[in-house]
């Protein structure tokens, strides 16, 4: 399994379709954090990426910061750090009374578009969103910027999931048995190939986790690490699974991710260690053993030299919900 496909395997994906428009120019909306959004779309979430999906015609997606994005037919812009952001026929449209309306639709699980705006040019899409466990989407999300997008039109996979989410919405509309299961499956097929076409167009020249992941030798070593959490792994044995020498496979994966495969084994294997001291009442021991330590010494030893305390006083410092709505933002890529 590639490291993309073993990361996004463990971190549990749901998702979901959740608003549907057609709006005629001028319209504009706001839409706060996710993380204000989890209770209404996904109560119990620890993290939302928001998504819109447009169908036709144009959009504009406007952050705080001032950056903007113009949307076309085809185009997904996702906000995988679920930042509050404006969506707008053109820029410098005002907000109107639209978010009440739409406030109330979600409330009511209505997928049936909803129509409004000015009587101008028409934009059809569709919202939609993914939950997932921060720290453990860490890898990927910490790689992402604030806002990005993909158009899905440019081969016939991409088209084959618009028109079958474009049919499961009308029959979600028409509150047809099993379709909203269903969506949701295609939401998170949708999800996952828009941040394959990312991960594709990204720069020769790029660094960090997604582009190693891409990378024919950095990702499979890491594929191979991520599958194979506890395994007793020497950068000789790595190297051979690779076809590549020792120093080839250290200077190559550093290039990449700043750090070399075991150093990078190790603090992986710790903070899967924290989430699972955070979330389980398993024992120490048994938490160590999971990640590759053979001793409970062991484990305890390297534990305190990553995060300053020992596993029993992390755990008690650190409840399940702790970092339930933390926002992973790149300045949090590092493993």
Aim: with cysteine; charged share 20%; glycine share 8%.
């Amino acid at each position: 399994m590639d490291a993309f496909s073993e990361i996004l395997s463990g971190v549990k994906l749901n998702g979901a379709l959740f608003f549907s428009a057609e709006f005629s120019a001028p319209w504009c909306f706001s839409s706060p954090a996710s993380n204000a959004l989890a209770p209404l779309l996904a109560p119990g979430a620890p993290h939302l990426v928001i998504y819109h999906f447009v169908i036709d015609g144009a959009a504009f997606v406007q952050l705080p910061d001032g950056q903007s994005i113009e949307l076309g037919p085809g185009d997904i812009v996702v906000l995988p750090h679920g930042d509050p952001h404006v969506m707008t026929s053109a820029p410098g449209v005002a907000a109107a009374s639209l978010n009440a309306a739409i406030l109330s639709k979600i409330k009511a699980r209505d997928l049936r578009p909803m129509q409004d705006g000015g009587g101008g040019e028409s934009a059809r899409y569709v919202c939609g969103y993914m939950s997932c466990d921060p720290f453990l989407s860490r890898p990927i999300l910490g790689g992402l910027p604030p806002v990005f997008k993909v158009n899905i039109r440019t081969d016939r996979s991409g088209l084959w999931l618009e028109n079958s989410i474009l049919h499961l919405v009308e029959e979600a509309a028409s509150g047809r048995v099993g379709s909203d299961a269903m969506l949701a499956k295609l939401s998170e097929a949708l999800f996952v190939d828009t941040l394959r076409r990312y991960v594709a167009s990204l720069p020769a020249q790029q660094i960090g986790w997604l582009a190693g992941a891409r990378d024919p030798i950095v990702g499979k070593s890491l594929g191979l690490l991520h599958s194979r959490i506890a395994h007793p792994w020497t950068i000789a044995e790595l190297a051979d699974e690779v076809g590549i020498s020792r120093t080839a496979l250290v200077e190559r994966f550093t290039r990449y991710l700043s750090e070399p495969p075991m150093t990078y084994l190790t603090r992986w294997r710790l903070q899967l260690a924290a989430r699972s001291l955070e979330n389980t009442p398993r024992g120490v021991a048994e938490i160590g053993a999971e990640v590759g330590y053979e001793s409970e010494a062991a484990f305890s030893r390297a534990f305190k030299r990553e995060f300053g305390q020992p596993p029993g006083r992390y755990r008690l410092n650190h409840k399940s919900s702790c970092n339930r709505d933390a926002k992973v933002t790149p300045q949090h890529a590092g493993l």
